[in-house]
């Protein structure tokens, strides 16, 4: 079917006369003043919906997208029906303590057979799509995610060299990898550059760490500090900060003092996590003894965070990810070519993810999919030497129709019916009668500029992007 081989990075081009917008839809300077005043507009607006970085979610996938369908699509990609650059996401579930992933599965354990025996099985995984991918597009990214600094220095270096081995990486490709806010006892910094890590995401992460106050929230707000520290020492040419707010019990002023520290470490891109993306899996961990906060004390953490953030020369990129003006996000941003997609903001071309490790979630054409969460069931597979695939989902044509739209607002802030209608056989107006419909309470609030040509999302709506882009997820709309 035509919607099969929908190439996303000709769905950004034909937003991209939108861009000229760009510069005047910037994040302003001073935050408005309307928007600090008006709670009513923040009960009404600042309900919590999901990332579209995952669209549909998890919950859409079916298991009847197996092992086989997924090397189909792998064929289909290698016979040139779709040719996109590749992104390698490794993931590695060992954590101590609970970390905040949306979409992967965490073993809190440190035992070292139980991550020797992943390790050995993890490299199977390597080696088996590295066949799959076998005279495939280079890779020009590679994530290491999840608890890897739980392993050693020499278990890394395995890993990068299988990698290496496996696939075609090209030179200067972005080399990322998260750590967490503690000390690194199994691995420097150094180390890390010298096997070709280039940047680095840094988070304040652990539940218990985020919910608990005094010595626990001092020894984090040290160690963050400190490793940024040590990865700018080591040479990597970016490095994010992530400090999650609105966690259960946070402290106000510890999380404002949290944050002027890790400002003065000078981060490329600071990001606040939502404690409402995690709130069930905190509620798993510790039960229900904890108090949450109260939406206002919520948005006026967040409204504190984007008076430093903008007062110290970040500009808000959207989704809560804040970067320097200099950084290439900012500047990808102003010049109208800012990518949006399954691992957030980007200045690549739309990816194909591969998703090596339990749980990782990785995405192929039009397609998404998801590894084995089980341990043995993952380990099963790749005995059988079979891809290690728990379910998925071919996207259809109105799933990305939908994708694009939510991805262009994030990018853009703009929507053109008649860009819409020039790549979809579709009547923009007619097809999206509900959606539209809905849109006028929030052009009501400010948040959204309407007329017959398309959609623009002021700066006050930045705020509420998530929000606005709920408008258009079908599976939300037949929830409610």
Not at 319 to 326: E, I, K, P, S, T
Request: hydrophobic share 40%; glycine share 6%.
């Amino acid at each position: 079917m035509w919607w099969c081989y929908i190439d996303m990075v000709a769905m950004e081009r034909i937003f991209r006369k939108t861009g000229s917008l760009v510069h005047s839809l910037q994040f302003p300077d001073a935050l408005p003043s309307s928007l600090e005043a008006d709670s009513e507009l923040i009960c009404r607006f600042g309900n919590y919906y999901p990332d579209p970085c995952l669209y549909p979610g998890l919950d859409c996938f079916i298991e009847a997208f197996d092992a086989h369908t997924y090397s189909d699509w792998i064929n289909n990609r290698k016979s040139g029906c779709f040719r996109r650059p590749v992104s390698l996401d490794l993931y590695v579930p060992f954590c101590c303590p609970l970390r905040l992933h949306r979409h992967s599965n965490q073993i809190i354990s440190s035992d070292k057979n139980s991550i020797e025996t992943y390790l050995n099985y993890l490299l199977r995984d390597i080696r088996l799509q590295g066949q799959l991918f076998k005279g495939d597009t280079k890779v020009e990214q590679i994530y290491f995610r999840g608890g890897a600094t739980f392993l050693s220095g020499a278990q890394l270096n395995t890993l990068v060299e299988e990698i290496k081995r496996c696939f075609n990486l090209i030179e200067g490709g972005c080399f990322c990898i998260e750590i967490e806010a503690r000390p690194l006892t199994n691995c420097s910094m150094q180390a890390l550059k010298r096997m070709g890590f280039n940047s680095a995401i840094v988070g304040v992460h652990g539940l218990d760490q985020q919910t608990n106050h005094s010595k626990q929230c001092i020894q984090s707000e040290e160690a963050i500090v400190q490793a940024i520290r040590d990865i700018r020492r080591a040479g990597f040419k970016s490095v994010k900060a992530e400090l999650s707010y609105g966690l259960p019990e946070q402290n106000w002023d510890e999380f404002a003092n949290t944050l002027l520290k890790i400002i003065a470490t000078n981060p490329d891109q600071i990001k606040l996590p939502d404690y409402k993306q995690f709130a069930g899996m905190l509620k798993l961990r510790r039960g229900n003894d904890f108090t949450e906060l109260s939406t206002a004390e919520v948005i006026e953490m967040m409204l504190l965070a984007i008076s430093c953030l903008t007062e110290a020369g970040y500009s808000h990129i959207g989704m809560n990810l804040f970067a320097r003006y200099d950084d290439p996000l900012a500047v990808a941003q102003r010049q109208g070519r800012l990518h949006y997609g399954l691992r957030g903001f980007s200045i690549c071309p739309d990816c194909d993810h591969l998703a090596l490790g339990a749980s990782g979630v990785g995405r192929i054409g039009p397609t998404l999919h998801q590894n084995q969460c089980d341990l043995l069931q993952y380990y099963d597979k790749l005995e059988q030497n079979i891809p290690p695939i728990l379910r998925g989902l071919a996207l259809n044509a109105d799933d990305l129709l939908r994708r694009s739209i939510m991805y262009a607002l994030i990018c853009h802030s703009v929507i053109s019916y008649d860009s819409v209608e020039a790549f979809f056989p579709i009547d923009f107006r007619q097809y999206f009668a509900a959606e539209l419909t809905d849109l006028q309470a929030y052009a009501e609030a400010g948040l959204v500029a309407l007329d017959n040509e398309e959609i623009v999302v002021t700066s006050k709506g930045q705020l509420f992007i998530n929000s606005i882009c709920g408008i258009f997820d079908k599976y939300l709309r037949k929830q409610h």
